[in-house]
């Protein structure tokens, strides 16, 4: 099994959608959990980290279930500019950032 | 505010010629430094590791090297290149502190014809 799994899509989604991404991870001792956006040949960048109780930052809501060990990103009234390639990292260990493969996301006008 | 240089940005080298790419932070000391692979259409692997000067600690068997010569620079290498060593190289940083993320430079996209 993947130490992280993320469903790779494409979403195609409408402008205005709501759509939600989950990503399951393996390690119950992990303690950092964060959602990266990575454009077409650009590198990953931060989008959120994800915290116990739940966060959000404008459209983007995360949300953390250590119960059933996994993260999930909730996009609200999708821009065309969401269109982007969704990871999901968590922490193994002090030191280790480990990445799922991505989720895939199309915004369609 | 910390910033990350990473270079170059591209590069195509012949199979079994070196390797070299350079990545340095600044506006911060003692980072946890990292070095990624992404295969064309893969996820990140992480390859290296380092928790300051000289600690290396490697991920994936394979021939290519990590070093840290300086408290802010991390160099990847390698003696001879494989087709299979294709890929967008990563490097990142990190602080000490709990739920740090990784902050990430801009990659460097490697060829070996």
């Known amino acids: 099994r993947k130490e992280v799994e993320q469903d790779p899509g494409p979403f195609n989604v409408p402008e205005g959608a709501t759509v939600a991404f989950n990503c399951t991870y393996s390690n119950s001792a992990s303690q950092s959990f964060f959602w990266y956006r990575q454009d077409c040949r650009k590198e990953p960048k931060l989008l959120m980290s994800?915290?116990?109780s739940g966060n959000e930052d404008g459209r983007f809501t995360a949300q953390l279930n250590r119960a059933s060990q996994y993260i999930s990103l909730l996009i609200r009234d999708s821009k065309l500019s969401d269109s982007a390639t969704y990871l999901c990292?968590?922490?193994?260990?002090?030191?280790?950032?480990?990445f799922g493969t991505g989720t895939r996301l199309k915004v369609l006008a | 505010s910390q910033t990350i240089h990473q270079w170059p940005a591209t590069l195509v080298q012949p199979v079994g010629s070196p390797l070299s790419l350079e990545c340095t932070v600044e506006?911060?000391?003692?980072?946890?430094l990292y070095w990624y692979r992404q295969a064309a259409g893969r996820g990140l692997q992480l390859l290296f590791y380092?928790?300051?000067?000289?600690?290396i600690s490697s991920e994936v068997p394979q021939n290519l090297s990590a070093s840290r010569p300086q408290d802010r620079q991390f160099i990847l290498s390698s003696k001879k290149l494989l087709l299979s060593d294709s890929g967008f190289y990563l490097c990142?940083?990190?602080?000490?502190?709990?739920?740090?993320?990784?902050?990430f430079g801009n990659g460097t996209r490697l060829t070996v014809t």
């Open positions: 994800v915290y116990s």
């Open positions: 990292v968590v922490t193994s260990g002090t030191y280790k950032y480990i």
């Open positions: 506006g911060t000391s003692n980072p946890n």
């Open positions: 990142a940083w990190s602080s000490l502190t709990n739920n740090s993320p990784l902050h």
């Open positions: 380092s928790v300051g000067i000289g600690q």
